[in-house]
């Protein structure tokens, strides 16, 4: 028994075709209001590619291949990390009428609702 | 043994990864869901990073010499490449964000060229397929990286104009088939068939300095105000050249991620050039503003200036309000202030929405996370489709930093060049205030003949100073009352 991912051609194809459908459905229900943070939040995914750079690296034999695989482990784990900071923070300061926004918005907040 | 438990192990995990990230992003489908999607989406992330350190237990024979240095390396790469990136990215200004979104666009893009490279120099690719696929990837994740790093230095402000040269097409097109050319070697020396002239390696370093040559080819031309369009372009094609190189390692969360982030890429391309009313074509090929010279003659009449105060106390008697920010607000770092106006005037029980244009700001949604920031609750933004009815009954439209979106013209006036677009109807709304730094034409240089428009006054200043000029005529009334 193997646990070995053996993909031709055409099932990678079927794989390609599946996702690219769910994607776009998935992103098509997004709200136009989150349209940065789901950019952000999709760049964070495509981040995955530092598995890929994991694995050119470990497997490489040469200076260069290490050198190249140095780099793209570098570059992928910055679009990981990056895009996950940014994208939190961004979806943290979405607030509704309803929930008591915190610290500093608390405050006017209070004072807004004396006045009225 | 140890292998197999191994193999299960990453595999799992890529799963749960693939899995992780798609309910992530589906949870994205509403601003209370939102945050927790983030999070599970990076739950899966880390695990399938450290799944992916158990590949040292079957890397090649000719990598196991060099296995402690390669070890050494990459948890260098992941410590300086994560750390240096999270620590940016959570202090990077919120307007300084399309420019972030690229950099770490360009980042992944580089990545996937990388592993491309590896792939190539050591000849790991079997079959003409797997190499095809491989240089495709590395061209498209190269043109992503050099395409995004002109695209930060244009939203930075690094590269004030963009650059046009006559020809610049030729050359571009030029270019691009030389790099399919290059490409077109490698594999034919690889499957046997011509000669080579130069030395493997040396084609190869030719194959990605091509791409990158093209990828700054293509993006210099392109208009600032056309920024938005690229940004999601380059994160399509990112994600394409993830996927592709997903399938040259046989790692199907890789392949998944890659295509769904290119999909997202894709449609958020499509709703941005429909917003503008282009092609995508159009918006890549093309120079926009080079032929858009309107016809002032067409306006008559004259822009009416008013004080900020008679605004503000119109907007405190009025029933609705509907506010309609563009980058000019933030740019005037006014966002504070003019929610701080807006809570003034909801204590004054006037109704007040936020009117939202596709293209406002700098990317998609910029203008949403902008007005997030200063405190906003996001029941009040409302998009094009969903309020555009609503002006012809509000009392007051707010129109600040903005100015192709509600220009008129685009219904009307068919020699204009934003013609088509789609714009909010501020014109509709009993009286219009517009609060703008100074006579003139706006980003893309059109004459708007919303400012001629008899219900329509200008408000000329700084929108910070405006606004606390605003604010504190509201809160005069106030204590007058008191």
Redesign the interface.
């Known amino acids: 028994m193997t646990f070995d991912i053996a993909m031709t051609g055409f099932v990678a194809l079927y794989i390609f075709m599946l996702a690219a459908f769910a994607g776009w459905v998935i992103i098509g229900n997004v709200p136009a209001i989150l349209h940065t943070p789901l950019m952000s939040g999709s760049n964070f995914v495509h981040g995955i590619v530092v598995v890929g750079g994991l694995y050119a690296l470990f497997n490489a034999s040469t200076p260069l291949e290490q050198a190249i695989g140095f780099f793209a482990v570098l570059l992928g784990a910055g679009n990981a990390a990056g895009g996950y900071a940014v994208t939190d923070r961004m979806l943290a300061m979405f607030k509704t009428s309803e929930t008591k926004p915190k610290a500093a918005h608390a405050h006017a907040r209070v004072h807004h609702l004396k006045k009225s | 043994m140890l292998t197999?438990v191994s193999?299960?192990v990453i595999?799992g995990a890529?799963l749960g990864?693939a899995f992780l990230?798609?309910f992530?992003?589906?949870r994205?489908?509403?601003?209370?869901t939102?945050?927790s999607?983030?999070?599970l989406?990076?739950l899966g992330?880390v695990a399938?990073?450290l799944a992916?350190?158990l590949?040292?237990l079957t890397?090649?024979a000719?990598?196991r010499?060099?296995?402690m240095?390669?070890?050494g390396?990459?948890v260098?790469?992941?410590?300086?490449?994560?750390?240096?990136?999270?620590l940016?990215?959570?202090k990077?200004a919120?307007t300084a964000?399309p420019q972030?979104?690229a950099?770490?666009?360009g980042?992944?893009g580089?990545?996937?060229g990388?592993?491309a490279?590896?792939?190539l120099?050591?000849g790991?690719t079997h079959g003409a397929?797997q190499l095809i696929v491989t240089l495709l990837g590395g061209l498209i994740g190269a043109v992503s990286l050099s395409g995004s790093v002109i695209a930060w230095a244009k939203l930075d402000g690094v590269l004030k104009k963009p650059l046009r040269v006559k020809g610049q097409q030729f050359a571009n097109a030029a270019v691009m088939v030389a790099t399919l050319a290059v490409a077109g070697v490698i594999v034919a020396s690889a499957l046997g068939v011509g000669g080579l002239w130069l030395t493997a390696?040396t084609w190869i370093w030719i194959f990605f300095g091509c791409a990158l040559v093209f990828g700054v080819l293509m993006t210099l031309p392109i208009g600032g105000a056309d920024m938005p369009v690229v940004?999601?372009i380059y994160?399509a094609f990112?994600?394409l050249a993830?996927?592709l190189?997903?399938?040259v390692?046989?790692?199907?969360?890789?392949?998944?991620?890659?295509?769904?982030?290119?999909?997202?890429?894709?449609?958020?391309t499509v709703?941005m050039a429909k917003a503008m009313n282009r092609s995508i074509a159009n918006v890549l090929f093309t120079n926009f503003g080079t032929e858009a010279k309107a016809k002032p003659g067409a306006i008559k009449g004259s822009e009416r200036p008013t004080e900020a105060s008679d605004a503000a106390i119109k907007m405190r008697y009025a029933s609705s309000v509907i506010i309609i920010p563009g980058y000019g607000l933030a740019a005037a770092h006014a966002q504070q202030k003019l929610y701080?106006f807006v809570?003034l005037l909801?204590?004054a029980?006037v109704s007040v929405k936020f009117a939202?244009h596709?293209v406002a700001?700098r990317?998609?949604?910029?203008m949403?996370?902008l007005l997030?920031?200063a405190?906003v609750?996001?029941?009040?933004?409302f998009?094009l489709d969903d309020i555009n009815d609503d002006f012809a009954a509000t009392d007051v439209a707010l129109v600040i930093g903005a100015n192709d979106v509600v220009n008129p013209a685009a219904r009307t006036d068919k020699s204009s060049p934003i013609f088509g677009m789609p714009i909010l109807n501020a014109d509709r709304a009993r009286q219009i205030y517009v609060i703008k730094r100074g006579q003139g034409k706006g980003y893309s240089g059109i004459v708007n003949a919303l400012f001629y428009s008899p219900n329509c006054n200008m408000v000329y200043g700084d929108a910070q100073a405006v606004l606390v000029k605003m604010i504190e005529a509201v809160r005069g009334l106030g204590a007058a009352a008191a």
Do not use: C
């Open positions: 197999l193999q299960f595999s890529d990864a990230f798609m992530g992003l589906k994205m489908s509403s601003p209370a939102a945050p999607g983030i999070r989406a990076g992330m399938a990073v992916s350190f590949y040292l890397i090649d000719a990598a010499p060099h296995m240095v390669n070890v390396l990459a260098t790469a992941l410590l300086i490449g994560g750390v240096g990136a999270w940016v990215g959570r990077v919120m964000m972030m979104v950099i770490y666009n980042m992944g580089g990545a996937a990388s592993i490279a590896v792939e120099f050591g790991h397929t390696p940004i999601s994160n990112t994600g993830v996927g190189e997903g399938f390692l046989q790692n199907p969360a890789l392949m998944i991620a890659g295509m769904v982030v290119g999909a997202a890429g894709l449609l958020l709703i701080e809570k909801l204590a029980k939202i596709p700001g990317m998609p949604g910029q949403d996370v997030a920031e405190g609750p996001y029941d009040m933004i998009q």
